[in-house]
């Protein structure tokens, strides 16, 4: 597995923008000086400049759009393969309504510190409606440095959240992504590698990383794992499962296919009766998607809809809002290091054969 090196990952997005390509296979060796960067023009503008922000997750509840985004800090901590330097301590919750509408900073809607089995790094979170009561889905470290996700509840979605006092059982790693599908069912895909320990979880067991990190690069890719929530909606139910990503050939995706493989920051969206699990390749920056007839799979990959933002990685959602699909995502315009991120929102196409557009988070 590649190694996070945090002195070309800033700008690895930029080399590529700037050179019309979309695979990051060869990255910069070092980061775009500060003259470089100056001329570069973003597709779009941070939808927040008071705070730093980053992995949005957009809903519409009652009428509004509602972003529930990490919020980065600058801890003092050196860059690492950990992601130690990502210590965010609590969530701003954020609204607007419409696309391209003001931004109101609705204030902390859950602390690190009001979380009875947390430790530290309160990462990227997801939120749901169902019963007339707000869901938000939050990984953290507990006080053994392990992930694990937990649930808080709401009858406002703009909080304040309150945690169950233990995180849901049989979760691990990050990045919840919860979907409920037309029939009412709902689904949680979660999971992220390196920092996010999912390397170090097998068949439901945690490893210390050096007995997974050596994973056989032709082996089938680590993959991400989803599972129904119950009614209640603070517990799995059933059996966590591996989200399958075939090849065009119906082959799994390899733990060498870089530019192809998961990583982290998963996202599930229904169009046309298909759905779309898109996806992080992580240390190659891209955005990718996967197509499938269920939401628990399998899922055909049909390539990048996103090329690499500035920064380290693209976490994002995907929602629709009168008629037309939007993707939030973050970058690091504002401050040029990659734990102080900014959120932003662009359009999101689907193309009639059901592809999506390819988006540039560049203008040239």
Known sequence: MRKFN?????????AIALSGLVSCASPAKKTVGADTAKK???LTEPLIKSIYTADPSAHVFNNKIY??????????????????????????????????GKVTDHGVGLDIKDIPWAGRQLWAPDAAYKNGTYYLYFPVKDKKDIFHIGVATSKDPAGPFKAEPQPIAGSYSIDPAVFTDTDGTTYMYFGGIWGGQLQRWVNGKYAN???????????PAISCKVVKLKHNMKEFDGTVKDVVILDSLGKPLLTKDHNRRFFEGSWMHKFNNKYYFTYSTGDTHLLCYAIGDSPMGPFTYKGVFMKPVQGWTTHHSIIEVKGKWHI???????????HLRNIKVTEL???????????????K
Request: no cysteine; glycine share 8%.
């Open 209 to 219: 990383e050096s007995k997974t990190d050596g994973k056989d690069e032709d082996a």
């Open 349 to 363: 196409v689907h193309n009639a054969d059901g592809s999506i557009k390819l988006i540039d988070p560049f203008v």
């Open 40 to 42: 570069v023009k973003f």
């Open 6 to 14: 945090p002195h070309y990952v800033l700008l690895a997005g930029l």
């Open 328 to 338: 939030f995502y973050h970058d690091t315009e504002l401050s040029g290091k990659t």
């Open 67 to 100: 972003i529930y985004p990490s919020h980065d800090i600058d801890a003092g901590i050196a860059e690492n393969d950990n992601g130690d330097h990502f210590a965010m301590r609590d969530y701003h919750i954020l609204s607007i309504d419409s696309i391209g």
